[in-house]
């Protein structure tokens, strides 16, 4: 009867340690790259539906700001405030012309869950105990990353071959040499993991995770916030509509009455 050597029943002990933290680092790497693609396409569709909205709000807001400097061109408060509107209501458009751009729904597939588990069990930089192979499996993971979070099934197919015959599989060191190997991967493993946690606390902690999070419960009880958010979004700029109009109609009477009066036209020097 062969006994293992006290080193390789050590050695054996500390590879079913690193198997599974190695398992539930894959599980937590995919679910936080599941998360971030997910709030994506939430912040997406809130675009659709209110951040366009609210980009129209701005961009009247501007033009109203903009014909009240014509009532009173001297005040700077107004000016300035003008000014601040107007950059504002640009970045709104800018922020909702980028979020009507991103129109994937990300649902990925069991096929697509287990080749990546599978492969992030075996790539992960944090496997790695060098600086050229942890760089090396950085890239490799996040090439992994976008593959997934694309729903692409046959990028994810390729990298999983091609990294299936790949030379850094290949063990051959001496059993105190992966022991200590086996150690360092596991102690790792136990920072990138305590990274994930916080990674994730931050992004609860948001205020795009925490919209979801109400848009959610609100759908659980039957009700569509994002619904009632763009229509409430929708009464205000018809107010601001009417409000924009009453101070164009404004402004014209006021260049009327000069022209009229003086036989100036004020128009050119607003």
Known sequence: MNTAAPEEIELNKKRKVLERLKDKLAFREEAMTE?????????????????????????IE????????????????????????????????????????????????????KAYHNLAKIIHPDLALDAKEKEKRHDLMA?????????DQNRLNKLVEDFRDSPDLIMGDAIGDQFVRAIRQIYQIKNRLKELREEKL?????????????????????????????????????????????????????????????????????
């Open 143 to 151: 090439k992994l990353n976008d593959a997934y979070a694309a729903g």
């Open 62 to 113: 501007a033009q109203i700001a903009e014909e009240e400097v014509k009532l009173v061109p001297d005040d700077e408060e107004i000016k300035k405030r003008a000014e601040e509107l107007r950059r504002r209501a640009e970045e709104s458009a800018a922020n909702a012309e980028n979020g009507e751009k991103c129109s994937f729904k990300f649902n990925p597939t069991s096929e697509a869950k």
């Open 202 to 270: 931050v992004v609860e902690l948001s205020e795009l995770f925490i919209l979801r999070e109400k848009v959610q419960a609100e759908m659980l009880e039957g009700r569509n916030l994002i619904k009632q958010m763009a229509e409430r979004t929708k009464t205000i700029i018809k107010k601001s509509e009417r409000r924009l109009e009453n101070l164009r109609n404004l402004n014209a009477a006021q260049e009327d009455y000069v022209k009229e009066k003086f036989g100036m036209d004020i128009s050119a020097f607003r």
């Open 35 to 59: 998360l971030r693609a997910e709030l994506e396409q939430f912040e997406a569709n809130y675009t659709m539906e209110v951040g366009r909205l609210y980009a129209d709000l701005d961009e």
